[in-house]
């Protein structure tokens, strides 16, 4: 599905990547963990296209085409999706228009014919009850004013409306409260199949007891420094990262 | 060619002023005439005078007669202190460094303003300041007008690379006073440097005040003016900062007090004239009587002047059936990566504020002063030196108390 | 890289035509060009009008001579220069059509491009127009329909033969000949526009909706629309304008008077789409129109404008809220490219009590465009318990635009509340960035994003309206983020 291969990126000067390598296949869910400012968030900008930053080496494979040559509307017409960890507010814009917007582009840049409105209304019904979005919500503008957790809820609902191949999540249980991390996780997992992925970036490991990862990564310092299963997660819940700092220091 | 015109207001201003003991040069005497030839008092015509009226200055009667403040007053305890008496530096003060008050000549820069002419030919004092240290000091200029006379200070503020300093300008006159106060200020701000100006006028009831700074900010420089017009029967303060360098903060703050037929009006322009600075504009007031207000900002942000930050904001409110406020925040932006935002509002207090705070058992009185007091103290929040603002903070209970 | 970079888009865009620049080839009848007093008595002749009405031209020329051009919006332009405008041009035969088979095949193509075939509206919206071409209204639909509730909607001239007595009532009530250089000039030579009356107490079933085009070429257009709405009736009124594409700037200066009695409401929306000019600033309408509404006890009246073209505009529909309670709004959106310039805005006058305005101004700038709001809230003495709320926000799309907002705010009254409040930043990158990760391409993430931005200007046009000024606004910022 998706190969990056020793990605070396900046911003401003200042190298947040160093050398990251992790390669994720169809039907897998990979969590990475790691310490605030560690680089996960810039991960998964990269992933999805934003322009700040610069690529100074490696490589990254995703579907078969060369990602980093793609513009980000491309990659997400490819089936990549990104989960913000902060849901930007476009006031005026109907999430309905919104999505129906994306959507239609997407169809369109696979050369598919317009969703009728009919279809694309009770694909809106069905899927916000995925993710218990109440259907108002829909109606309203992308984001403005909804709670932290909305928020949340609103870009796993996104995600079940564009079915994406790579789904990268950052940070979604950020925010939410016990139900809606449920909820969310329930809709994370309704969506998982044989031909899609998903890469959960999280700071707790409360997440992966919903959604149980195949492999755990441990983001520190522009690296990928430690994988392993979801033991990881609460082997890091209960030490923290500073063994695993030390560990790498040594190393 | 334009025409000479044949007898204007400023020539009948003119014939009772005496022209300037000090030495002007030639070059500078004739730019000002000629400004002051071609030009007459404006009026509403004119823009940036569109609701302020100076004819009255000719009812002024400069007699000379002696009116003693009751309560004179400096603000800063530990400041250096020269005090100019009815436009004139006061003899036997101790030299203070920094601080130059005699000239072989005057600087020849001005702008094309005819008060600003009328400032130059008639000056009654130049003082220059100067902050060469970065160990802030504060300078106090007190300007005490203890009979009717016209008043032309002239004022250098040079704040030297990379230095602070803290100039207070206090003016004041008895309540009976009617001069007129025309005072020019230039102020440079080096690189690194930090100024902060507080600005007090508290003159007569029947004084004219009419002041203009013209600020020049370097690069990475802060630049504070406070400005508190607390009484008189005309005051009106043109404040213009170019903002030359990168990375400048530039804070504008100021509070009024308006009561019976005063009228005030503040115009203020920053220019940002290039990229990367911040700028806060806070301007609050009280109108009462027949007062009025008058407030201009305006905020340019030139072409290039990239990420540019700036804030302006003005509240007012009018607690009378014959008083008025007139309010103009502008925005003029020729770059694209910037946020700037305005915003004024005008009204009376909140009945629904008074209300809760008689229901805990204040007056009514006390109730609508807590909340002018309130509304005034946002301003207040923003003068970092606590003299300046516990006078004023004094001078305001008393206005409502009165 | 793969991408489609903006340069390369604006490559495309440069040369994409004005939609409705195209020319009607119908034969036109004009009169000399320049302006003086014969001039004003032929076009009066031509247009068989009373003598009061000739006198009122007249007077207003008198008045015209002594006065200068305003120059205090920022805007600059080359003055129009007044001797070398036609001030009549009219479709040849275009006295009263008997029925649409009358009409010029060549015109009903126009209005077909334009999108406004008489047919297709009548139909689908049933909306009645009126169609001023060049100076001379041509084809007024709905008539009779109207006529049975006793709404009178027609051509100005028409109505200066039918209803001399409520033309001359009101005319120039409202927008005297004297208030400003445009004004007296429209008043002088004005040749045609739209009069609306809608009786007491009715609510007028449908839109009225008036299209203006400028046809022939070194003319002006000079209309004067004055829409009564008697006490309780309602209507709501639309107005759309083009013109062909021509390298010399076209003047249009018209007049629009409302006057909404006790009760009334009126709902005035414009889309104006004059030629812009092109790319590098060539031509172009010069659009100086005066607007303004009266309001008496209760009544209500709300312009709504979408301002797409133009190369120099200058228009500040206004309310003057005499009677108390009376409600005016202002929702506007300005968009200005490559070399536009628009000083646009609103006046609210507050002389009743418990009066009510509310001004929401959403201005984008593009290319080398300079976009200003300039508005006026003025509270009289006598004006308790106002109330006012203006919120105007700029959108910056390059860096070598400008925008521009300039409020006067005067009040006299303590009970008032005024509230203002403005904020000029760029599209947000962020807002950009997401629609992309969506799969959105960015030129059609600008135009959601801008639509969205517009979103509470657009909701207040009826809904036919709202789509062409979504496409509208889509189609005069293509290519425009630099
Ligand atoms: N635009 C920027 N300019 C400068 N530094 C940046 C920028 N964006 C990110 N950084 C820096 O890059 C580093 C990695 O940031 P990133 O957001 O990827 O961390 P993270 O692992 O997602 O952290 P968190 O767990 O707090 O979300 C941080 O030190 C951050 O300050
Ligand atoms: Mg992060």
């Not at chain 2, 004139?88 to 003060?93: D, H, K, L, P, T």
């Not at chain 2, 006028?201 to 004219?208: E, I, L, M, R, V």
Request: charged share 25%; net charge negative.
């Amino acid at each position: 599905m998706i190969e990056i291969k020793n990605l070396h990126a900046n911003i401003e000067g200042k190298e947040i990547l160093k050398g990251l390598t992790l390669t994720v296949n169809a039907g897998e869910v990979h969590a990475i963990m790691g310490p605030n400012g560690a680089g996960k968030s810039t991960l998964a900008s990269i992933l999805a296209g934003r322009e700040e930053y610069e690529i100074t080496e490696g490589e990254v494979t995703f579907e078969g085409a060369d990602l980093l040559d793609l513009s980000t509307e491309e990659r997400a017409h490819l089936g990549l999706f990104l989960a913000f960890q902060y849901p930007v507010e476009i006031p005026g814009v109907s999430n309905v228009n919104f999505l129906r917007t994306a959507i239609n582009e997407t169809r369109e840049a696979k050369g598919e014919d317009p969703i009728s409105a009919k279809e694309f209304m009770a694909m809106v019904r069905e899927k916000s009850k995925i993710v218990e979005l109440d259907s108002k919500l829909a109606s309203r503008s992308v984001n403005e004013g909804f709670s932290g957790g909305e928020k949340k809820r609103n870009e796993i609902f996104q995600m079940a409306m564009l079915n994406p191949k790579l789904a990268v999540l950052d940070e979604t249980d950020s925010g939410l409260d016990i139900d809606a991390l449920r909820i969310v996780a329930n809709g994370v997992n309704t969506l998982k199949s044989a031909d899609n992925a998903s890469i959960v970036i999280t700071h707790y490991q409360r997440l992966l007891d919903y959604i149980v990862p195949d492999f755990v990564h441990v983001l520190h310092d522009g690296k990928i420094v430690k994988t392993g299963n979801k033991d990881l997660a609460l082997e890091l819940e209960e030490k923290g990262y500073d063994w695993i700092k030390e560990e790498t220091q040594v190393g | 060619m334009e025409e000479v015109l044949t007898q204007t207001k400023f020539d009948i201003l003119r014939t009772g002023l005496r022209p300037t003991a000090l030495n002007i040069s030639d070059a500078l005497k004739e730019k000002a005439n000629n400004v002051l030839n071609y030009s007459d008092f404006p009026t509403r015509k004119n823009e940036a005078w569109k609701y302020t009226n100076v004819n009255g200055l000719n009812k002024l009667v400069f007699d000379g007669k002696n009116i003693p403040i009751s309560e004179p007053f400096t603000i800063a305890n530990r400041s250096k202190k020269i005090h100019i008496t009815n436009g004139q530096v006061s003899e036997g003060q101790s030299a203070i460094p920094g601080v130059k008050t005699s000239w072989d000549v005057l600087p020849e820069f001005f702008t094309d303003d005819p008060f600003d002419a009328l400032n130059a030919l008639y000056c009654t004092s130049a003082i220059q300041v100067e902050f060469d240290d970065s160990e802030n000091e504060t300078i106090e200029l007190i300007f005490e007008n203890t009979a009717n006379s016209a008043i032309f200070p002239r004022l250098f503020i040079q704040c030297n690379k990379g230095a602070k300093g803290t100039v207070i300008l206090n003016f004041q006159g008895a309540e009976q006073n009617a001069s007129f106060i025309n005072v020019s200020t230039y102020v440079n701000v080096g690189e690194n440097a930090n100024l902060s100006i507080h600005k007090i006028q508290k003159n007569g009831a029947d004084t004219f005040d009419l002041q203009r700074e013209y600020v020049d900010q370097a690069a990475n420089s802060t630049f504070t003016m406070n400005t508190f017009p607390l009484s008189g029967r005309l005051t009106r303060n043109d404040l213009k900062i170019n903002v030359n360098g990168n990375n400048c903060e530039t804070f504008m703050n100021g509070a009024y007090t308006l009561k019976g037929k005063s009228h005030c009006d503040n115009h203020t322009t920053v220019d940002h004239k290039v990229a990367h600075c911040y700028s806060k504009e806070l301007y609050k007031g009280v109108i009462d009587d027949r007062a009025t207000n008058v407030f201009n900002g305006k905020v340019f942000v030139r072409k290039d002047a990239q990420k540019i930050n700036a804030f302006q904001s003005n509240a007012n409110i009018l607690l009378s059936d014959t008083g008025t406020v007139n309010s103009k925040p502008e925005l003029e932006i020729y770059a694209d990566d910037v946020k700037c935002s305005h915003g004024s509002t005008t009204g009376q207090l909140d009945d629904e504020a008074v209300f809760y705070l008689r229901s805990r058992g204040l007056s009514e009185k006390a109730a609508k002063e807590l909340l002018v007091k309130a509304f005034l103290g946002e301003v207040l929040e923003e003068v970092e030196n606590e003299e300046v603002k516990s006078y004023v903070e004094a001078q305001i209970e008393k206005h409502f108390s009165a | 890289m793969g991408q489609y970079t903006e340069n390369e888009l604006a490559k495309d865009l440069e040369n994409q035509d004005y939609k409705f620049g195209f020319v009607t080839d119908v034969e036109t009848e004009t009169i000399p060009v320049g302006l003086n007093e014969d001039i004003i008595r032929l076009i009066s002749s031509k247009k068989e009008e009373p003598a009061w009405l000739l006198d009122y031209r007249l007077n207003a020329y008198k008045t015209w001579l002594t006065m200068s051009e305003p120059d205090w919006a920022h805007v600059r332009y080359k003055k129009p220069e007044f001797q070398k405008i036609t001030y009549y041009a009219a479709p040849k035969q275009t006295k009263k059509y008997e029925s649409w088979d009358d009409v010029d095949p060549e015109m009903k193509e126009t209005m077909a491009k334009l999108g406004i075939s008489l047919e297709e509206q009548k139909r689908l919206t049933g909306v009645a127009v009126d169609f001023v071409m060049d100076s001379v209204s041509v084809a007024t639909s709905f008539k009779s329909k109207l006529k049975e509730l006793g709404i009178i909607f027609c051509s100005f001239s028409e109505a200066v033969q039918e209803y001399p007595e409520l033309v001359r009532e009101h005319m120039g009530t409202i927008i005297p000949h004297t208030d400003n250089f445009y004004a007296a000039l429209n008043a002088a030579v004005f040749t045609d526009g739209s009069f609306c009356y809608i009786p007491k107490g009715v609510r007028c079933p449908m839109e009225l909706s008036t299209y203006f085009r400028i046809n022939a070429g070194g003319t002006g257009q000079f209309e004067r629309t004055l829409v009564v709405a008697d006490e309780g009736a309602y209507v709501s009124y639309l107005e759309g304008c083009t013109a062909p594409q021509r390298d010399e700037n076209q003047l249009h200066a018209a007049v629009v008077e409302l006057k909404a009695l006790k009760d009334a409401e009126i709902k005035y929306s414009t889309v104006q789409n004059w030629y812009p000019g092109d790319k590098n600033g060539v031509g172009g309408v010069f659009n100086f129109v005066t607007k303004r509404g009266l309001c008496e006890t209760n009544a209500k009246i709300s312009w709504t404008q979408v301002e797409t073209g133009s190369a120099v505009t200058w228009k500040y529909p206004s309310c003057i809220l005499k009677g108390d309670h009376s409600v005016g709004e202002f929702y506007s959106v300005a968009v200005t490219n490559n070399h536009q310039q628009a000083d646009t805005g609103t006046k609210m006058i507050h002389l009743g009590k418990h009066t009510k305005s509310t001004i929401i101004s959403k201005g984008i700038s593009a290319g080398d465009s300079q976009n200003s709001y300039r508005g006026l809230v003025q509270i009289h003495k006598n004006a308790h318990k106002s109330r006012n709320f203006s919120q105007c926000d700029s959108l910056l799309m390059t860096d070598h635009c400008g925008a521009h907002t300039f409020p006067y705010i005067e009040c006299k009254n303590p009970s008032a509340q005024i509230e203002h409040e403005a904020t000029t930043s760029k599209i947000g990158e962020d807002q950009l960035f997401y629609c992309k990760q969506r799969g959105i391409s960015e030129e059609k993430a600008i135009s959601l994003i801008v639509n969205g931005y517009c979103k509470e200007v657009l909701n207040q046009l009826p809904m036919e309206f709202a789509v062409e000024a979504q496409k509208l606004l889509a189609i005069s910022l293509e290519g425009s983020v630099g």
